[in-house]
């Protein structure tokens, strides 16, 4: 047996002295509106003046039984659900449900379809990762960031609204393909954005990578090794930064990943100083996928041939792809309906905050903030 | 790596594949420890998933799924042992430490107890509700009636 214990901590609350004059421990409440948890998230922190001796999180604010309703729905009518869970990254939620659902029927978009998909999500890629450097840098202390990776993200929602109608919840994809060809100019969009953008990336970096009170604030803070990671079950940048060279995307490649060339870019430390340099890294290959795509682009139908009613056979289906903050997984059990008999969603952000606790245990509050902004979670998602 | 544990442990493995996913029916009896030897000796270090799929009309009702992944074989495998209503199962949290919260979620969710769990509670759903609304026969606008009005003082309802 290993000992886990350390991942297992829990706090004991109802045991000591109301007034709190018997030790200089306090118990304090942070959430779950507060503006630096990014949503509805409640962290009961256990102090020692300053220094974090554990925590709690408190979830489920936001929870609106996602997995019940697409109990309850067609297979096409609650693909517009996902794109509520993680509503920064929309788009990566609809490719993963599509995708498991494709499986599931035994169908493949056509090569047309997985270019735009993967289009559409690495652009997504770049605006979630905008969106939480913004607000990250913003929690931090330093606003500038905020106002230029919002500046810049506005871009990748314009080419969102011309394709799709929406900004933000798109339902970009259909199970089978996509519904919609792309918009004349859509290549040309494309290219001036990652033209656009290219420097825009570097302005960010000038701003925080350098700067005394960024670094001062990030490293060392929030540390976790490889071997928490795993055992934690977390994935994507946090897991990279912590040194694992391991991304869904080359390791059970999906959508035209495969005919992709682009690197993983990992750190060492797997403090927050290095989950940053890997967003950032993450957003230069993802607009290095973009360009690659934007060319290959092949000609041909967008949508498989799948029939008007969708009733996969009775079976079970796990799919997952790399979603901007870890593995975002489907497990599909179909009866041979037309509704899913259960669908799960194995949320990355969920998971990820689990490992808050590690993170943030012999910390000072002020990095409480910090490590909550580097995980990257969405409560959207969380509480699902 | 199947036929091996399928000999080791006879009748208690199931190896099935749907779809090139390969995954296995397991005796109940056979948790944890099957999924010690997965994680031990099969380098399935990195538990992605812990879920339950509940099936009314079923003598054992409940499905319980664990989803692994390994790393260096860059392989998955799905693990699924059935129980009866009200039977408990081994957690697997001294294995996986994000067993945890995926634990207490599949309790929350499905009323599954995961015996030596260090902290079984509600996760998503307030501490003081009752039912399991991922179970089949929880309605879809069904509430926590009595909660509801306690909690929030309104009349329940969407």
Known sequence: ?384 | MITQLKRQYGSGIEPLSYLGQNYMIVDRSLIPEILQVLRDEEQFDYCVDITAVHYPKREKQFDVLWILYSFPRNERIRVKAMIAEGESIPSVTSIWGTANWLEREAFDMFGIKFDGHPDLKRILLPDGWKGHPLRKDYGIIEQDKEWVQINLGIESGQ
């Open chain 1, 1 to 384: 047996m290993t000992d886990n214990s350390k991942y297992l901590s829990h706090l004991e609350l109802g045991e000591r002295d109301e007034t709190f004059l018997d030790s200089n421990e306090l118990i304090i409440n942070m959430g779950p509106q507060h503006p630096a948890t990014h949503g509805v998230l409640r962290v009961i922190l256990k102090l020692d003046g300053e220094k974090v001796l554990g925590t709690e999180c408190v979830i489920g604010y936001l929870h609106r039984g996602v997995e019940k309703i697409a109990e309850n729905r067609t297979y096409a009518m609650f693909n517009p659900y996902v794109d509520r869970m993680d509503y920064v990254a929309a788009v990566s939620n609809g490719l993963g449900y599509c995708e498991a659902v494709e499986k599931l029927l035994n169908v493949e978009a056509p090569p047309r379809a997985k270019y735009i998909r993967v289009i559409l999500t690495e652009l997504n890629r770049i605006a979630s990762h905008q969106l939480w450097l913004g607000t990250h840098a913003l929690d931090i202390g330093a606003i500038t960031p905020l106002f230029y990776t919002f500046r810049d993200r506005e871009e990748i929602l314009k080419i969102f609204e011309k394709y799709c109608g929406a900004r933000l919840t798109t339902h970009a994809f259909r199970i089978g393909g996509c519904q919609y060809e792309t918009y004349d100019g859509f290549e040309r969009d494309v290219k001036k954005f990652v033209d656009f953008v290219t420097p825009k990336i570097d302005e960010y970096e000038e701003l925080l990578t350098t700067n005394r009170i960024w670094v001062e604030r990030t490293k060392g803070v929030g540390t976790i090794s490889d071997k928490d990671c795993i055992a934690l079950g977390v994935t994507g940048p946090v897991l990279r930064a912590s040194g694992v060279k391991w991304d869904i995307r080359k390791a059970l490649p999906y959508a035209a990943y495969s005919e992709m060339d682009f690197e993983i870019p990992t750190g060492q430390n797997g403090d927050t100083y290095d989950r940053y340099l890997v967003r950032m890294a993450e957003m230069r290959q993802s607009l290095r996928i973009i360009s690659q795509a934007v060319e290959k682009i092949p000609e041909g139908p967008i949508m498989a041939k799948i029939p008007k009613v969708l009733k996969p056979p009775v079976g079970e289906i796990y799919h997952s792809i790399e979603a901007p903050k870890g593995e975002l997984g489907y497990f599909v059990v179909s009866d041979g309906s037309t509704q899913p008999y259960r669908l799960r969603v194995r949320p990355p952000s969920f998971v990820n905050l689990q490992a808050l606790d590690l993170m943030v245990r012999g910390q000072l509050v002020a990095d409480v903030i910090a490590v909550i902004g580097t995980l990257d979670i969405v409560l959207g998602e969380v509480d699902r």
